[in-house]
C-alpha cells in the first residue's frame, strides 16, 4: 500500500545527543515536510523540501537539519543544540503544485528526554 | 496576526447530533485553499475535506460539510449524525496560492462524542 512510513514511533533521547527521525514515502510525491505538535497545539512547520537535494526552513528550524537525497526520503535530525525537543513530530508530503492537494501525513515519531 | 484561528478548544456532542466545529481565516490572497483533518488519539492526522476560495458551492464529504462564507472569512466544519468514532482533535488549515508550499494550522478544537 501506498504512504508515509515514519520510525520509530518512539525516541528517547540523552542529553547532548544528536538523534534522527525516519521518514519515507513510496507515493511518488515532490513536496516532504516535517512538523512538530506540542501537547493539545497544532502543527508547527520545521522543515520542507519541494525537490531532491533543496529544502527550506520553516517557522522552528532552529536546532533541526534535514537532508533530501532521495525523492522518498526526508530524514529530520533533532541536534543537541535543540533544548527542548520533546513533542510529537509529524512527517507529510504532497502529490503536486495544485491549490486543491492536501498533505498525506504518517502516524508520526513521540521524541522525549531520557 | 494568526493565519488561522479556532475559537473552541473542547467541544461536547451527543451521539446521532450535528456539530460545528468553528474556523476563521485571515489571508490577502484571492487564490486559497481551505483543509479540515482529524487526528484522533494514536496521532494521526486524516484529511477530511477541502474548500477552494473560488468553489461557489460548499464542500461535502459524506458526513461532513463545510460551511464557507468567504466574506466572513470563516470556514466551519459540520458533521452530520456524530458517531463514537468522531471523537478527536480536528484541525483546520489553510494554503496560500502565492506560497503554495505552505500550509497553516489552527490550533484545533476537541471533539468529544457522548453515548
Known sequence: DGGITQSPKYL????GQNVTLSCEQNLNHDAMYWYRQDPGQGLRLIYYSQIVNDFQKGDIAEGYSVSREKKE?????VTSAQKNPTAFYLCASREGQGINQPQHFGDGTRLSIL | AQKITQTQPGMFVQEKEAVTLDCTYDTSDQSYGLF????????????????????????????????????????????????LGDSAMYFCAMREDYNFNKFYFGSGTKLNVKP
Open chain 1, 12 to 15: 528517547f533521547r540523552k542529553e
Open chain 1, 73 to 77: 526520503s526526508f530524514p529530520l535530525t
Open chain 2, 36 to 83: 479540515w483533518y482529524k487526528q484522533p488519539s494514536s496521532g494521526e492526522m486524516i484529511f477530511l475535506i477541502y474548500q477552494g476560495s473560488y468553489d461557489e458551492q460548499n464542500a461535502t464529504e459524506g458526513r461532513y460539510s463545510l460551511n464557507f462564507q468567504k466574506a466572513r472569512k470563516s470556514a466551519n466544519l459540520v458533521i452530520s449524525a456524530s458517531q
